[in-house]
Nanobody, 123 residues
């Protein structure tokens, strides 16, 4: 069974950086593609980054392209989301989840959601 848990959320100033972690306490994460999502109150959950099971392919939403980097370490059963040049629009609860591929951002294709970690970008 794959159980994911996010960590690393914090309060950060605009222009700052943050690294989120998605750690599996069960199966190795490299059996799955892993996606990062974020959600703010009143809005739908938004897919922002995804990495394939073998780590050779990544996808990014236009809103984060060039600022966020997703990476994974199979041995550590961890997927990271390195975020830089953060702005207020990046504020939200960030979730990771698993899927069989990164072909679709639709949350319904992802499973094993973590509990989320809060990122707040404010001066």
């Amino acid at each position: 069974q794959l159980q994911l848990a996010e960590s690393g959320g914090d309060l950060v100033q605009p222009g700052g950086s943050l690294r989120l972690s998605c750690i599996s306490s069960g199966l190795r994460t490299d059996y799955f593609s892993i996606g990062w999502f974020r959600q703010t109150p009143g809005k739908e959950r938004e897919g922002i980054a995804c990495i394939t099971s073998d780590g050779t392919s990544t996808n990014y939403a236009d809103s984060v392209k060039g600022r966020f980097t997703i990476a994974r370490d199979a041995a550590k059963k961890t997927v990271w989301l390195q975020m830089s040049n953060l702005g207020p629009d990046d504020t939200g609860t960030y979730y990771c989840a698993s899927s069989t591929s990164c072909l679709s951002w639709a949350p319904r294709w992802f499973a094993n959601w973590g509990q989320g970690t809060q990122v707040t970008v404010s001066a």
